[in-house]
């Protein structure tokens, strides 16, 4: 049983930063793992992915602020969110697949989400 277990979100003001932190456990092989976010309303969207072969992959809006990282030995998925935005609120999830992360319908491990505030 794969489990993804969030971390560290929180309120911080605009231009601050934010780590956030997920921990897998149980046994599966994941092609890829990544954040997604989840503003009320909107659909989820990707931030970030990272996949197996070490590649990575963000939003537009995340490029040159966010940083996707990932230590395996400690099965441990790490976003980096600096110069933050209002509009950057929004639940954020941590998420894995074993075979596509290009669409939230085809990602199988979802945690249950944290909350990321941005006050201006």
């Known amino acids: 049983q794969v489990q993804l277990v969030e971390s560290g979100g929180g309120k911080v003001q605009a231009g601050g930063s934010v780590r956030l932190s997920c921990t897998a456990s149980?046994?599966?092989?994941?092609?890829?793992m990544g954040w997604f976010r989840q503003a009320p309303g909107p659909e989820r969207e990707e931030v970030a992915i990272?996949?197996?072969?070490?590649?990575?992959s963000y939003a537009d809006s995340a490029k040159g602020r966010f940083t996707i990282s990932q230590d395996t030995a400690k099965n441990t998925l790490v976003l980096e969110m600096n110069s933050l935005k209002p509009e950057d609120t929004a639940s954020y999830y941590c998420?894995?697949?074993?075979?596509?992360?290009?669409?939230?319908?085809?990602?199988?491990?979802w945690g249950k989400g944290i909350l990321v505030t941005i006050s201006s």
């Open positions: 998420a894995a697949s074993s075979t596509s992360c290009l669409r939230p319908a085809a990602i199988k491990y």
């Open positions: 149980g046994s599966a092989y994941f092609y890829c």
């Open positions: 990272i996949y197996s072969d070490g590649r990575t």
